[in-house]
């Protein structure tokens, strides 16, 4: 029981300082050597993290309907990035 809950907060400790260095959630899961479900949990959360953060500065520049849709869904694709196995391809 206390493995999953280590696990999940070490993947948010990573994903927290994936998205304040701007590194990708992709790039810090491959340099963390993450794999199976361990991977899929830290992706899911850097991806939320993500979301909320890229909303935030949406807010931030008042940016509303299709203008915001827009920069958001660029923020987040930034910020979680290619899977290794598409950038390395």
Known sequence: MIKPIALALFASLIAFSAAAEGVSCNATAT????AGAAKSSFLKKCEKDAQASCEAQ????????????????????????????????
């Open 31 to 34: 340099e963390k050597k993450l």
């Open 58 to 89: 949406a807010s931030e520049k008042k940016l509303a309907g299709a203008a915001k849709n827009s920069s958001v869904k660029k923020c987040v694709k930034d910020a979680v990035g290619a899977p290794a196995s598409a950038a390395a391809g």
